[in-house]
C-alpha cells in the first residue's frame, strides 16, 4: 500500500490543521493505521493509532483533547484533527499503516510509511 500524507503548513498558536492520508494499491480496511511525527533534533513520537475499523483509537497523553484520528475506509483515508496547536507541535508528521487489526504505539511494527508533511506553528 502506498500512503500519501497532506494538510500540514504554517499556523499560528492556537490554531488547527487537519492532516489527511490517502492510501492507494490496496484497501485501508486490511491495515490499523498510526501518526507518528519527528521534530528537529528528535526521535520519531509517537501521535496517536486506530484500528482497522475505527471501533478503537488512541492519542498521546501529551496531545489527548487538542489531536482526533479518524478514517473513512470507504475513502481509503485517514485523518488527524489538530487544534490548540502549540509551538511544540512543530514537526514532521508521518502516516503509517500497520498489517493486521490492531495499531501499536511503537513504530517498528508498521509496515508503510507515507512522505511526511511538514506543520509549523509559529506566530
Known amino acids: 500500500v502506498q500512503l500519501q500524507a497532506s494538510g500540514g503548513g504554517l499556523v499560528q498558536p492556537g490554531g488547527s490543521l487537519r492532516l489527511s492520508c490517502a492510501a492507494s494499491?490496496?484497501?485501508?480496511?486490511?491495515?490499523?493505521m498510526g501518526w507518528f511525527r519527528q521534530a528537529p533534533g528528535k526521535e520519531r513520537e509517537f501521535v496517536a493509532g486506530i484500528d482497522w475499523n475505527g471501533g478503537s483509537a488512541y492519542v498521546s497523553d501529551s496531545m489527548k483533547g487538542r489531536f482526533t484520528i479518524s478514517r473513512e475506509n470507504a475513502k481509503n483515508t485517514m485523518y488527524l484533527q489538530m487544534n490548540s496547536l502549540k509551538p511544540e507541535d512543530t514537526a514532521v508528521y508521518y502516516c503509517a499503516a500497520k498489517t493486521g487489526p490492531y495499531y501499536s504505539t511503537n513504530a517498528a511494527p508498521y509496515d508503510y510509511w507515507g512522505q511526511g508533511t511538514l506543520v509549523t506553528v509559529s506566530s
Open positions: 494499491g490496496r484497501t485501508l480496511s486490511s491495515y490499523a
